[in-house]
């Protein structure tokens, strides 16, 4: 057996070193490095590096007697420029953030907190694709009977033969066993299958070690393949531990390696720290082709899928789902769901039209001002940019009169959605005003725009789209910003220059004077 190699890995920024050192010398990271092992696999695991041409086997360089290696490298007129067809996974919502929906041969990371949903998401996607591909679900956290439980709990228990890792041929012969005898045997092969009264093509793996996982599918040939998690799978070439920075980085390579070659879909699940970044180095990011995010509150019942990498469309896309008795089901409007009861307003409330990606959405922005009984008044954003809420504060007490340093301010959006882009400086203001002059904003209004630090009311991007979804949820009117002209589209539009003018436009019947802003000491 080879001599083990010894080496230093960095948990924060795996850089890797020949020695220990206090201090990482790549990020400065303090007590980061930590020692690794590793030594020659017996098996045949695709190695590190390019993978548009890798043949196992292939010599990596000259040889004495020997021709020399074939041109692996090729120009843009050699490469097929045949179009990818992608696969419908069953679930629009999915299928938006993904781009228009799952890319063969791609690789899915998906990370969340613990108990947020993403194996009931998996499980559920992994269902629907199964009608017409065939999908191996490998999971380490779970038994197989533990995956069938929560399977019949979603209504996808009688879709799933178990694999049984140690022989791989019994789940076809299984499969074939379960026909009945009217019913003729049908061989699945690994091409999407067409016929619509054919039971579910889903096999499920439990099972943690790489080289078996590796196996299974070389053996399987499934178009897709789950993994649930990679930081519990492990590569027995590496003494560390399952989860830690080498064995996160080299499973995931290996992974890819098959991906890419074998043009397999891998979707990964992926824990998440305290920080709510995905658990381990950085480089499993920079790997992967596609990196979401599933939030959410545990005590809500709807969960966002954010999209923050996606090689294949547009990043920040949202979608948005609602857990349910029988798992996740999609939301068709999600701007219903953060908007309030319009028919009954209370004060302090303005509608503002946030963009996510390319998806507008309809939120009610919710302000509670009151004097304070402190030195120093209290601020607190809830799914508000916390920096944004201060300097929105600024503005209003040197440009337009409203005496926030002996107010308390509380601001929230309804609903949970975290709105952070500068579309919602001008509601947020307005719903801050509102609150202080205990008035109520018209409620057929949203509010749009940017607020300077001169008290100006700046143009956003995707000013249409924003205004279009407003009215289709019947707005009457919008207060913009001044400058830009629009179609028509059926809704009143209120071009403003300064916030004093939205402050009152939104608030009818009400003129903001100096008098009016004092407050009685």
């Not at 948990?11 to 690794?36: D, H, I, R, V």
């Not at 041109?71 to 996974?89: C, K, P």
């Not at 098959?258 to 790997?287: C, F, N, Q, S, Y």
């Not at 769901?337 to 922005?365: K, Q, S």
Request: proline share 6%.
């Amino acid at each position: 057996m080879a001599k083990p190699k010894t080496f230093f890995i960095c948990s924060n920024c795996a850089s890797e070193s020949s020695q220990w050192f206090g201090k990482c010398p790549s990020c400065g990271t303090y007590n980061s490095l930590e020692e690794q092992f590793t030594i020659q696999s017996s098996v045949d695991v695709p190695g590190r590096g390019g993978v548009g041409n890798w043949q196992s086997g292939s010599p990596t360089s000259k040889s004495p007697g020997k021709p020399p290696k074939a041109r692996a490298a090729l120009t843009f007129d050699q490469i097929s420029d045949r179009q990818i067809a992608r696969w419908d996974s069953g679930y629009g919502e999915l299928d938006r953030v993904l781009g228009g929906g799952v890319v063969p041969g791609s690789m899915v990371l998906i990370g969340g907190d613990p108990g947020i949903g993403k194996s009931t998401l998996l499980l559920q996607v992994s269902n629907q694709l199964a009608q017409k591909y065939r999908i191996l679900y490998v999971t380490g956290e779970e038994s197989g009977q533990q995956v069938k439980l929560r399977a019949s709990r979603l209504g996808v228990s009688k879709s799933v033969n178990l694999v049984n890792s140690e022989n791989p041929e019994t789940a076809e012969s299984s499969k074939n066993s379960q026909n009945s005898d009217d019913d003729p045997v049908i061989e699945i092969s690994q091409h999407p299958i067409s016929t619509d009264h054919l039971s579910a093509d889903l096999y499920v793996l439990p099972e943690t070690d790489l080289e078996e996982i590796l196996k299974e599918i070389d053996s399987l040939k499934p178009n897709l393949a789950v993994i649930d998690s990679i930081q519990t799978v492990f590569f027995p070439s590496l003494t560390s531990a399952p989860g830690s920075v080498a064995q996160v980085r080299e499973c995931t390579a290996a992974l890819m390696k098959v991906a890419k070659h074998e043009d397999i879909t891998m979707l990964i699940v992926g824990h998440v720290t305290k920080e709510g970044t995905i658990a381990g180095p950085r480089v499993l990011e920079h790997l992967v082709d596609t990196v979401l995010y599933f939030e959410g509150d545990r005590f809500a019942s709807h969960r966002l899928l954010r999209t923050v990498k996606n090689r294949f469309g547009a990043t920040h896309e949202i979608g948005i789902f609602e857990m349910v008795s029988n798992g996740l089901r999609e939301v068709p409007n999600p701007s219903e769901l953060f908007l309030g009861n319009r028919d009954d307003p209370a004060p302090g409330t303005a509608i503002v039209v946030a963009c996510e990606g390319t998806r507008p959405i309809v939120v009610e922005l919710q302000a509670l001002v009151s004097p304070t009984s402190y030195p120093s008044p209290r601020r607190a954003a809830t799914g508000i940019d916390y920096n944004r809420l201060v300097q929105i504060l600024a503005v209003l007490e040197k440009r337009v009169g409203v005496p926030m340093s002996k107010l308390d301010a509380y601001v929230a959006s309804a609903g949970g959605l975290n709105v952070e882009e500068p579309a919602v400086d001008l509601g947020m203001a307005v719903a801050i005003v509102a609150s202080f002059r205990d008035r109520i904003v018209d409620p057929g209004t949203v509010l749009i725009g940017e607020v300077g630090l001169g008290g100006q009311v700046r143009s956003v991007s995707q000013m249409e789209l924003r205004l279009k979804e407003a009215a289709k949820l019947g707005f009457q009117r919008a207060i913009v910003p001044k400058g830009t002209k629009f179609p028509d589209i059926g809704i009143d539009i209120l071009p403003v220059s300064k916030v004093i003018d939205a402050i009152i436009a939104a608030v009818p019947h009400q003129e903001l004077t100096e008098e009016d802003l004092e407050i009685d000491e």
